[in-house]
């Protein structure tokens, strides 16, 4: 078996410098043989590095990738993209970048495949066994699901896996610091490269090298922190002491590093989490600072039953419902375990047969691993939508309320984004941008804050001819004949944002539109689908199903 690793310093390649424009040297530890292990080196080739725009382009070279990819399941990650600098906002990405610690590296053009996403490029990016590693890689992730619906999984920042070899290495923690503080490297990081148009009909040599760079990297900052870790000692001798390393056990630690790091932004690290809860011992119980949801103290479902006045069982409940109807003299206690309550009214509904969703007992697990130590809510039709529905599929929405670990919670969340995506386009219901958006920047406004700014931090610098023209811009719009320092202090700090009267909420719109059509119940069910498609539950309550129609359902107060 052909084993090795390829490790780049500064002390190896002689130049501090060799990310600053063509990929030009590295040293490539391969080919260690059974017998007799050598390190060979050679110099790096644009041969390594691959344009993709086709999905054709993507499968000439992805048998090469899964070869890069059999022992050292890790690519580097980025992406590119254009941003209008006037409004702030970003167009779609343009430009992924995927490189493995071998030396290959892959630039897909995302803005030319017409939306045609090779299945099998999603496939990679989903699997949670093949790290993609990078800076801020989770928003890069987050910016592939809204794009383009790709759910990415197996996000490692290399900030925390810095933390996991402490004192051993000083930089900030941007991608260029950490290149500079691990690697001995500088990067190339000049703005109009930067800020090019990655969605040009054909890229330049220097876009062509500084993406490359970019994705490449990240991977060799990986290696070099899990070498360091395998290693010890100093790392600038590390690179000598090469000769003997197993892949496969390079490998396995890597994953043991990884560990409690995957998928976690970098200002949800689990070292920051347990630092903020040991200095706050007043904040409550169970529930994680960062998350969007927090872990329940307590079961969700307490199994209560509620019984119509002739015995009939009608529901189950959560036990603070049970003694509502106790408390205000409703129902009566007829059984303390379970907790029973016979109502005193004849409810306005009775179920149809036994066999009812409703009536089943559930356990407090996890509906898709089993957990039964930490879970959360999920609401399998998520709640931007869902307060959108008519009062009757609103009273009866606990069948779409199953309880999720943390994990399965974010791995499902992941998928709820591509759904998000689906609908946003077939309903022209835009997330977060266009008419999607509360508020739009007002261009004229801009031009007044711009000229504040001007004036008050560059005057030495701009024509005579330039600075009568802002400031008479400032004058005419305040009404005043001179400017004071309180006045441009105003117009620098003046909210160039104005409320968009075509703002319409995305998940209103996309409701309004299926009960539009009447179909409300296959919105419903689409999403129960998706979820059972992408989850895959193993422990889903009694009777809980995709078809499930809150018609037949009648209420029990």
């Known amino acids: ?28 530890y391969k080919h260690f043989k059974t017998q007799a292990r050598k390190c060979q080196s050679r110099k790096r080739t644009n041969q390594n590095i ?40 970003r167009s779609q990405v343009a430009l992924l970048q995927l490189a493995t610690t071998s030396g290959l590296c892959l630039l897909v053009r995302l803005c030319h495949m017409g939306g045609m996403i090779p299945q099998t490029l999603k496939d990679l990016l989903a699997d949670p066994s093949i790290l993609k590693v990078g800076v801020a890689v989770k928003d890069d992730g987050k910016k592939l699901a809204k794009d383009y619906g790709m759910v990415v999984q197996g996000c490692v920042d290399l900030r925390h896996l810095l933390t996991r070899v402490r004192h051993k ?48 990297v990240g991977v060799d900052i990986f290696t070099k922190l899990v070498l360091t870790k395998l290693k010890g000692g100093d790392p600038g001798d590390l690179v000598w002491n090469m000769e003997e390393v197993d892949l496969e ?89 379970p907790l029973t309550v016979r109502l005193r009214f004849e409810p306005s509904g009775r179920p149809e047969s036994e066999h009812n969703y409703y009536l089943q007992e559930k356990e407090n697990v996890c509906v898709v691993c089993g957990n039964n130590n930490t879970y959360t809510r999920k609401f399998v039709v998520p709640q931007e939508y869902l307060k959108y529905f008519p009062p009757l599929l ?80 400032l004058m005419d719009y305040y009404g005043v004949t001179s400017l004071t320092d309180d006045l441009l202090e105003t117009a620098i700090n ?38 059972v498609d992408t989850m895959k539950p193993k422990f889903l309550p009694p009777l809980w199903s995709i078809e499930h129609h809150h018609n037949g359902v009648l209420s029990t107060h």
């Open 1 to 28: 078996m052909e084993r090795g690793v390829r490790v780049l310093t500064a002390a190896v390649l002689g130049s501090a410098s060799v990310y600053a424009g063509v990929l030009t040297f590295r040293q490539l």
């Open 394 to 473: 609103k009273d009866h929405r606990s069948h779409d309320v199953l309880l999720l670990c943390p994990p399965c919670h974010q791995v499902s969340s992941n998928h709820d984004a591509v759904l998000r995506q689906e609908l946003a386009v077939e309903c022209d219901a835009p997330i977060d941008s266009g008419l999607g958006c509360r508020s739009v920047q007002n261009q004229d406004l801009m031009k007044i804050r711009s000229a504040a700014k001007a004036l008050k931090l560059s005057r030495p610098q701009i024509p005579e001819a330039r600075v009568i023209v802002l400031e008479k811009t």
């Open 169 to 216: 290495y000083k930089c900030d923690s941007s991608l260029q610091g950490l290149a500079e503080g691990i690697l001995g490297v500088t990067m190339d990081k000049r703005r109009e490269i930067r800020c090019s148009n990655w969605e040009a009909d054909t890229l330049s040599v220097d876009q062509v090298h500084y993406a490359a760079a970019d994705g490449q």
């Open 494 to 531: 003046m909210d160039t944002r104005i409320f968009n009267s075509d703002y319409m909420p995305h998940g209103k719109k996309v409701v309004e539109q299926f009960k539009q059509k009447g179909k409300l119940w296959d919105f419903e069910r689409r999403w129960r689908k998706s979820f």
């Open 50 to 89: 691959h344009l993709i725009s086709t999905a054709k382009d993507w499968q000439d070279q992805q048998k090469t990738l899964q070869e890069h990819l059999k022992v050292m399941k890790v690519v580097g990650l980025d992406c590119e993209w254009v941003s209008d600098h006037s409004t702030g906002h």
């Open 249 to 337: 056990e390079v490998w396995r630690l890597a994953r043991a590093m990884c560990q409690g790091i995957v998928d976690i932004g970098h200002r949800q690290s689990g070292t920051q989490r347990r630092t903020q809860s040991s200095a706050k011992q007043t904040e409550k119980p169970g529930i994680e600072k960062g998350r969007a949801y927090s872990a329940r103290a307590r079961p969700l479902y307490h199994n209560c039953q509620l019984q119509a006045p002739d015995g009939q069982p009608l529901c189950t409940c959560d036990i603070r419902k049970a003694e509502w109807y106790i408390e205000k003299q409703l129902g009566d206690k007829v059984c303390e375990r």
